[in-house]
């Protein structure tokens, strides 16, 4: 065995060409027609033609006879001029007898190995079928033939002498003879199948698809059970003996597969050639190819497993797909010592091939078997290296590098492109990632993650779900995250309008509720009361009447004038008390127009702003697809209205502001002031009479001033006027607090309706990956597994639990009760359904506002459940934030949160494996941790016999259903022998090497007496 073989590859073989031995040659002479110098030049003639072919390995079927193939070996043992650079099997051709007005073709093709003598053997234990029923010898082929009448001899020979000429004796018997089945098949057993195998034809030369089964129905059976390989060209009978069942052979597939034994049956379609140039020409292209080391025991392996090692046609798929993406398959990685390392242990000076389809790297705990595939990981920019187990810091790595740094490892493609890298380097991010590399710490960690909003899990499904769209859905995005920002980011928006929308209503709804209390309608008539009060108060206050002194007409005419002054000082006072008021009252009221005519502004230079935003995006599209943006949309904002209103109420108060101002000379501030002043110094010069009528005037419009402020109206609040009306109010509350509710409910609806909308984006970008799991079941009945978009619940327990006290009496009483509570609601409601949502909103918000433990509902109130403030509460609960479009994946009737970290794995690797479309190799170490081997072998297995024909497939495993039962087309075996500097070795070969074979057993199973000591053990069902 080659270090470093690759495998089971697929190459071709031709195992039915004949050489002059047989009586029917096409190309010149026959071995017994020649000389010594020209069968010497034949045998010559016969190895060249072999070499040059496409060919792998050759088989001579000869008739009756291993002639040819014991004169080439001879010729081979004889000189050194020449060597055989081919695999050449011992074969024979013979006809056998049975039901049929044909002579019926059987091959038998030999292990190399097969001694000389176990060959004669195997010729004398042939019986012929005819008078002297003879071993098979050319002596008893000629004596047969002349036992022939010679208007039989005619028939086959014509005219020529049979009876004297032992050529044409020989000749004629060749054409004529049989074996009788019975020896064929007692010399085959004799042999094993370690030493030859038998090859029945169907439909190729006098195969047993002529047989007439229906009058020989035991027959065709005999012999395609006794068959170990079939030769057939035609499609539709490969695939029934392949036993790929299809529409056309559905019918009878069944019957057919029980005919053959019960098990499909290795194909493959020889050329046949009775010409040296003929060699490795198959018929119509009927090519056989094999995924087999060309061996002996590389053919019986392909037995195992025909449908999957056997291929009779121009090219293998996988052969087709390797050379359309040879940067995708991986040819070998080597890994030297730096010539001028001073280090004083060995490690690595390793070249290892690798096969293109599934390469399972095997050996003990510590063996080197993780670190090729943390350096493959390296050297393909793997984005886990922080998950490497060899190339970490603790390890190889340790001490800042000083061990990694002196190895240089090197990763040729199949295109031969190459990439180079010290083992101490770090990845380099901003290379593209060649290889993807699941490290078992990584697949431990996604498996074992509790599942966050967005986990490790979640990201690695979306990569594969992106995997799915077409390039021409991707528009130009690199991720499934991109993509739908992209193309929900209106929808997005949107629901935030509606959110605020909500929120305002709450609000309301609050301050509505907050009113329908009693302690709301205490509070107001308690304040009432102490308004009444205090206007009772103020009516006892009132000041003691002053009649207004009589003026004596003879009285002092000065005293008389300035009387008169006072009376009219007072009046035109009022009167201005009154316009300054009435001024006061319309300063106010011009004030807050300017203020919301200022909001005005700001709220539409704010809406310009967002406008011009997503005009600037629209320009961008529209010039990305050549139009004229202007004639889709157009958009302008007119301030200059809100600037004329405001700069006209501006000067309005500015002219009450003059005409307030105490600094105005002709303002009525200080028209009032002046007055006052006037009154005061006239005061003192009046009578006593006529200063306490003055004061009485005074003191009395400062109680009606006050009276006024206490009675007041409903427009001042604090006021008796005010309050009367707050009571009025709650009367119409209920009314006003059901609208609040039912446009509250419309723009949930509203708002679930964009979440479906984003639900159905999600599912245009989901459907490929849907229908893909929907069309490819995995596993059975072991393994359903269902995919789709749904709204789904995120997080809503964990985040309404911090938004209520759960000490405090009520629904949500309790730690363990309301968390089993909370989980029923959320469980017994559909969010995809606008009702079932509003259903569930109004369950909560029911299970708030009463008391429903012990089937009871007792009335509570919403306000005394929430922790802080209840409007966070309620936007939280109507907001639905909680609720999102997401791929909904099920396995066994289990969301994805509910799998156990094994079968996470599983799934996991399943959507690596069937459902990714990424074409890059993927190395994944003991993909088998947390797995039952009843799943590993029920659907992973399955699985990676799938995707290795399509992508390159590295697994890292201790586990011999990986190994072995997925056929790996290649086992690395690794070992380090630590007393020897740490040497690490790695030896590849197929599965049926000898020296693989044994270490699969001595490693997978435990050495071959264990193995043995459990399959003792278990008995038959």
């Known amino acids: 065995m080659k270090p470093n073989n690759k495998g089971s590859e697929w190459c071709i073989w031709d195992l039915h060409i004949h050489t002059p031995a047989s009586h029917h040659w096409n190309g010149g002479k026959r071995f017994a027609q020649m000389n010594a110098e020209e069968e010497q030049a034949s045998c010559k003639s016969i190895i060249e033609q072999m070499n040059k072919t496409e060919a792998v390995a050759f088989s001579f079927m000869d008739y009756f006879t291993f002639d040819g193939y014991l004169k080439v070996k001879s010729f081979l043992d004889s000189q050194n001029e020449i060597s055989l650079k081919k695999v050449l099997f011992p074969g024979m051709e013979l006809r056998v007898e049975a039901p049929t007005d044909y002579k019926l073709n059987i091959h038998v093709i030999f292990n190399p190995n097969i001694t000389k003598q176990e060959l004669s053997d195997f010729k004398s234990d042939l019986k012929l079928l005819a008078k002297n029923g ?18 039989k001899a005619k028939n086959y020979i014509g005219d020529k002498d049979y009876m004297s000429n032992d050529e044409v004796a020989f000749e004629l018997g060749c054409k004529t003879i049989k074996v009788t089945r019975e020896s064929l098949i007692n010399a085959v057993a004799k042999l094993g199948k370690d030493k030859c195998l038998l090859i029945l034809p169907y439909d190729t030369s006098d195969g047993i698809l002529k047989l007439n089964w229906s009058d020989h129905p035991h027959d065709d059976s005999y012999f395609l059970m006794k068959a170990d390989i079939v030769e057939a060209r035609n499609k539709d009978n490969i695939d029934l003996f392949l036993g790929r069942k299809n529409e056309k052979n559905q019918q009878y597939f069944d019957n057919f597969l029980k005919a053959i034994g019960g098990e499909p049956k290795l194909v493959v379609s020889g050329s046949d050639a009775h010409r040296i140039e003929d060699y490795c020409i198959f018929p119509g292209n009927k090519k056989t190819w094999l995924k087999a080391e060309p061996t002996f025991r590389g053919l019986r392996q392909a037995m195992v497993e025909p449908e999957s090692r056997c291929f009779v046609g121009e090219m293998p798929s996988k052969l087709k797909v390797v050379n359309s993406k040879s940067t995708k398959f991986v040819s070998k990685v080597s890994v030297k010592k730096e010539s001028d390392s001073k280090l004083d242990e060995d490690w690595f000076d390793n070249v290892v091939n690798f096969n293109p389809e599934l390469v399972a790297i095997i050996g003990n705990k510590g063996s080197g078997k993780s670190a090729l595939g943390d350096i493959v990981g390296l050297l393909g920019n793997s984005r886990q290296y922080d998950s490497f187990s060899f190339l970490n810091d603790k390890k190889f790595r340790e001490k800042q590098g000083v061990k990694a740094n002196n190895f240089t490892s090197s990763l040729y493609w199949v295109s031969h492109d190459s990439v180079q890298k010290n083992l101490g380097e770090k990845i380099d991010i901003t290379q593209v990632e060649t290889i993807k590399y699941i490290p078992q710490s990584y697949l431990e960690k996604l498996c074992n993650e509790i599942s966050p909003k967005e986990s490790l899990f979640d990201k690695e499904l979306k990569a594969v779900i992106f995997s799915h769209i077409s390039d021409d859905q991707r528009l130009g995005f690199d991720s ?34 907050k009113k329908l209390t009693e302690d709301y309608k205490k509070t107001i008539n308690n304040q009432l009361a102490s308004k009444q009060s205090e206007l009772q108060a103020m009516k006892d206050s009132k000041p003691v009447e002053v009649k207004k002194p009589v003026t004596d007409k003879n009285e002092d005419p000065k005293l008389k004038e300035l009387s008169e002054r006072v009376e009219k000082l007072q009046a035109d006072e009022k009167n201005l008390v009154l316009e300054i008021a009435s001024r006061k009252t319309d300063l106010d009221a011009k004030s807050k127009k300017i203020a919301r005519l200022e909001k005005l502004k700001t709220q539409v230079m704010i809406l310009s702003r967002e406008i011009e935003s997503k005009v600037t995006s629209i320009n961008e599209i529209c010039e990305d697809l050549g139009m004229d943006s202007k004639t889709i949309i157009s958009f302008k904002s007119d301030v200059s209205s809100i600037d004329n209103m405001t700069q006209e109420t501006s000067a309005s108060i500015r002219v009450i502001q003059e005409e307030l101002s105490i600094d105005n000379p002709k303002s009525l501030s200080k028209k009032l002031a002046d007055m006052k002043e006037e009154l005061s110094a006239i005061s003192d010069s009046v009578d006593e009479p006529s200063r306490q009528y003055k004061k009485y005037l005074e003191d009395l419009a400062t109680w009606e001033t006050s009276m006024s402020n206490i009675q007041g109206d409903e427009t001042k609040p604090g006021t008796i006027g005010y309050l009367n009306s707050l009571l009025a109010e709650i009367n119409n509350i209920p009314t006003h607090l059901s609208e609040l509710e039912m446009k509250r409910k419309d723009v949930t609806k509203e708002i679930i309706g964009k979440l479906q909308e984003l639900a159905n984006i999600y599912r245009d970008y989901y459907a490929p990956v849907q229908k893909f799991v929907e069309t490819n079941p995995f596993g059975g009945d072991t393994f359903k597994m269902s995919f789709d978009v749904s709204i789904v619940n995120i997080g809503f327990k964990e985040k309404f639990f911090t938004l209520i006290n759960r000490n405090k009496a009520g629904t949500f009483y309790g730690l363990e009760d309301s968390e089993e509570k909370i989980t029923k609601m959320l469980d017994a409601h559909d969010f995809n359904s606008k009702q079932s949502v509003i259903d569930f909103l109004n369950l909560v918000i029911t299970s708030l506002e009463n008391d429903c433990r012990a089937d009871k509902k007792l009335p509570n109130k919403l306000e005394n459940q929430a922790k802080g403030e209840p409007l966070e509460l309620l936007n939280f609960i109507f907001g639905l ?101 740490n040497k690490v070795t790695y030896v590849s070969g197929g599965i049926e090497d000898p020296i693989i074979n044994k270490s699969i057993i001595d490693i997978l199973e435990g050495t071959r007496p264990a193995f043995n000591n459990r399959d003792y053990k278990y008995y038959g069902m």
């Open 134 to 151: 003879r071993s098979l010898s050319d002596e008893a082929i000629i004596e047969a033939a002349r036992t022939l009448g010679e208007d």
């Open 881 to 981: 934030q909680y609720l999102e479009p997401k791929y909904s994946l099920q396995l066994n009737g289990k969301n994805l949160e509910q799998l156990s970290p094994g079968e996470r794995g599983t799934l996991l690797l399943i959507f690596y494996l069937m459902v990714d479309k990424d074409d890059r190799p993927l190395v994944i170490d003991q993909p088998e941790e947390n797995l039952d081997n009843h799943t590993i072998f029920k659907v992973l297995v399955p699985c990676i016999k799938a995707a290795k024909k399509l992508r390159q497939i590295f697994l890292i495993t201790h586990n011999p259903n990986l190994a072995v039962v997925c056929d790996a087309e290649q086992v690395i075996v690794a070992n380090i022998d630590k007393a020897n500097k």
């Open 480 to 513: 499934l995250d991109k993509l739908l920002e992209f193309k929900t980011e209106e929808n997005n928006a949107e629901l935030a309008s509606l959110r605020i929308k909500t929120s305002k209503l709450n609000e309301e709804i609050l301050s509505c509720r």
